[in-house]
């Protein structure tokens, strides 16, 4: 076969992929009723205000999110297909540009990787406040967000963007920066991108300032909208008195706690299996990577780093939740329940403040495991940086949530950004465990796992 023929093969495979894939996404789309919550609130504004007055206002007494919601309120006032086949169509675009942002060579691989690992997210994340509503606001700024991402990608490879992009991705980046986690991480993708070529003595393209200047002035307008400072001091009222006396530095680590529970013990009440696939992923990229590793002393510590975070989800998380709900475990509960249960800062929590600290230090503890595990499995690459910064750039935009009164009552739809990025690592892992070339029983046991880990979320 010539290479024209095989590409040719692979567009069709890829095509026939995406068909599938729309047809599961349209099938789950079909169960979901948009008939609660925001949406219902913003369906009733729909023929009563004009949109200009209504986006005006909101500006002024409650959100700058102004180019989110002149998509958001006319959807919730049409056709709930509308919403529907949209949105499968924006989680079709999503598969596709994470897995030609970070995917490997093997598009096609990446593409199934990723949409089978997507079934792992919590799915009621999406419509705690609405299904509409959360959608626009979180999953649909994510998409956008990253495409907005792409002329990076060409840049760092030394090519030119494509025509279309010179007015996809700005428009892309006013949709998703007007979402104040995704404006953050775009700009520091740009800023950390921009530092990078200068470094490697590679000149920028005006459109890159363009892009840079597009969320900037995204970010001032968030900024300094009145409507944002009319709204924390309302939802501080209404959902967290208390939120006005902390510091900074409390609203640090309270966002912290709470990502670190939801991520590293499992959740509890909010079940995220999120970490436990990368966790998972990256101890299977070990055990596949072991031939290529020299010296039996790094062998041997990479094995039981990898294996710490793997053994504090399931171990911790998940064993520790089911002792302490069942009433089996009578010693140590404190001890348990302080690294499965809390989320709140010292005076807040029914645990004290000694505890509190020790969650923390092991909360970093078990973070450090997984920084170092992939930091021992690639050396000094650019793949460690790269992947590094892929994880500490999704657990800045979950913390930083701290520093909103509504971060628990907003649940945790916040964290679709996070969970992004752990997506993406573990997707990188699993294509690199992948090109390893692995025994049938490795891969058998990757698989299962995967499927575990979907059937848990679903179930």
């Known amino acids: ?54 986006l005006q206002e909101r500006y002024l007494k409650w959100s700058s999110r102004v180019v989110i919601e002149a998509v958001m309120l006319p959807l919730t006032a049409v056709s709930p297909w509308v919403w529907r086949i949209l949105d499968v169509l924006m989680l079709l675009l999503l598969v596709w540009i994470t897995a030609d942002l970070f995917g490997t060579e093997k598009k096609l691989q990446a593409q199934i990787l990723f949409f089978a690992m997507l079934w792992t997210v919590p799915f009621f994340s999406l419509s705690s406040a609405g299904w509409i509503t959360t959608t626009v606001n979180y999953l649909w700024t994510l998409t956008l967000g990253l495409v907005a991402l792409r002329p990076l990608k060409h840049w760092l490879k030394g090519e030119k963007c494509p025509p279309a992009e010179y007015i996809i991705c700005p428009l892309c980046v006013l949709y998703g920066a007007n979402m104040e986690q995704m404006g953050a991480v775009l700009l520091g993708a740009y800023l950390v991108m921009g530092l990078y070529l200068l470094a490697e003595k590679r000149k920028l393209s005006p459109f890159y300032f363009v892009q840079l200047g597009l969320v900037v002035l995204s970010l001032l307008f968030i900024l300094w909208a009145p409507g944002n400072g009319e709204r924390t001091i309302s939802e501080t009222e209404r959902f967290f008195p208390e939120f006005a006396s902390f510091s900074a530095y409390e609203k640090l680590w309270m966002g912290f706690l709470e990502t670190g529970h939801y991520y590293l013990a499992a959740g509890h009440e909010q079940v995220s299996y999120l970490f436990g696939l990368l966790a998972g992923g990256l101890f299977l990229t070990v055990l596949g990577a072991r031939k290529s590793l020299t010296g039996k002393k790094k062998k041997r510590l990479l094995f039981f780093i990898s294996l710490c975070p793997l053994a504090f989800y399931w171990g911790v998380g998940h064993l520790g939740n089911f002792l302490l709900d069942s009433g089996i475990l009578t010693r140590g509960r404190d001890g348990v329940g302080v690294l499965v249960q809390n989320r709140q800062l010292p005076g807040l929590s029914y645990f004290s403040t000694q505890l509190i600290v020790f969650q923390t230090l092991v909360y970093l503890a078990v973070m450090a495991c997984v920084a170092l595990t992939i930091a021992l499995l690639y050396g000094k690459s650019r793949e460690t940086g790269f992947q590094l910064l892929i994880l500490g750039a999704g657990l800045l935009s979950r913390v930083i949530v701290g520093f909103s009164p509504t971060l628990y009552a907003s649940g945790d739809r916040t964290a679709i950004y996070c969970s992004a990025a752990i997506l993406i690592v573990t997707l990188r892992n699993l294509q690199y465990f992948l090109g390893q070339k692995p025994g049938t029983f490795l891969k058998g046991a990757g698989a299962c796992y995967l499927g575990i880990c979907i059937l848990g979320n679903l179930l």
């Not at 599938?20 to 925001?38: T, Y």
């Open 1 to 54: 076969m010539n290479k024209r023929d095989h590409l040719q093969n692979n567009i069709l495979y890829e095509w026939l992929a995406f068909g599938g894939f729309a047809l599961l996404l349209l099938l789950a789309h079909a169960l979901i009723r948009p008939d609660f919550g925001d949406d219902v609130t913003y369906a009733g504004i729909w023929g009563k205000q004009p949109l200009f007055a209504f």
